[in-house]
């Protein structure tokens, strides 16, 4: 199968000024958990509204399902990857909730007959079926979130982005969110996600990090393969998984740990050995 994403030899400014963006190249594969790490201001932001088509002239190629994304086929593409930003308050357009998750399905001339079963399945999914006639305003920042991602999933998507989408949130919100990424990855064992994040364990647990520092690609790969660059990571002002830290804590006092742990559940199941 081809990846869902690839980019290659990306390089991006905006206006004339300075590169924010540095002959960066990445690809994500179906089914894919990806983590996008790094600083303020180091171009993840960008980064997501280069993939979704949102800004042009960029040097390099993106690639989205195999095809290099171009004027003609940029629409096309991009209405199989969906995005949730940062602030909930920003992500409405509609009146109701029902209205809101519509919005892509009306775009994309959907039939008004299959566009209610739509709507109906995907609320269910992210758990707001009893609020669809319900004003934005009445929502918690968690339920608007959840409604924004019932507007993606609508979308039926290949690709969704997350640019920060829990950061807002309080600790349940956060949570219920997360868990709400696990069940779409269950339904849709196909459907990769790249979440841009600065929560180190989310990134700890995820299949596959890029960090990001100042436009360019500082490291990529698995948890393990990214973490092990510890003193370049704290160098770069990142900060480091909780387990990967106790992890070198344990090795220094001698004792023999396995160089792939990075989550604090795998750091428990060996410690009870
Ligand atoms: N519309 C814009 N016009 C000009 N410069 C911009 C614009 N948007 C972002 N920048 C600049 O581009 C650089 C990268 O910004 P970007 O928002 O992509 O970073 P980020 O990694 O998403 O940061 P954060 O973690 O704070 O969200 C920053 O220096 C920022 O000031
Ligand atoms: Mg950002």
Request: charged share 25%.
């Amino acid at each position: 199968m081809n990846p869902v994403l690839q980019i290659e030899d990306l390089s991006f400014a905006y206006l004339d000024d300075k590169n924010v963006l540095n002959h960066v190249s990445l690809s994500i594969e179906p089914g894919q958990y990806a983590t996008l790490i790094g600083h303020n201001g180091s171009g993840k932001s960008t980064l997501s509204k280069l993939i979704m088509g949102l800004m042009s002239g960029y040097d390099g190629k993106i690639f989205l399902f195999g095809e290099e994304v171009n004027r003609k086929n940029l629409r096309s593409l991009t209405s199989k990857v969906g995005i949730v930003f940062q602030n909930p308050d920003n992500q409405f357009v509609g009146s109701t909730v029902a209205d809101d998750i519509a919005f892509g399905l009306e775009n994309s001339c959907v039939k008004r007959e299959e566009m209610e079963a739509i709507i109906q399945e995907v609320a269910c999914d992210v758990g707001m079926e009893k609020f669809l006639s319900h004003e934005p305003a009445s929502l918690s920042g968690g339920q608007k979130q959840r409604v924004a991602i019932a507007g993606v999933l609508a979308m039926n998507p290949s690709l969704v982005i997350f640019d920060e989408a829990t950061a807002m949130l309080d600790p349940r919100g956060k949570k219920e969110i997360r868990a709400l990424i696990q069940k779409m990855r269950t339904k849709n064992p196909d459907l990769a996600i790249l979440s841009i994040t600065h929560d180190i364990e989310e990134a700890a647990a995820s299949d596959r990090v890029f960090v990001l520092e100042k436009g360019s690609i500082l490291f990529a790969g698995s948890p393990h393969e990214v973490f092990c660059h510890y003193e370049e990571l704290v160098n770069a002002r990142l900060d480091i998984p909780f387990a990967v830290k106790m992890c070198r804590a344990l090795r220094n006092q001698g004792m023999h740990v396995p160089e792939n742990i990075t989550t604090v559940e795998a750091l428990e199941e060996f410690l009870c050995q």
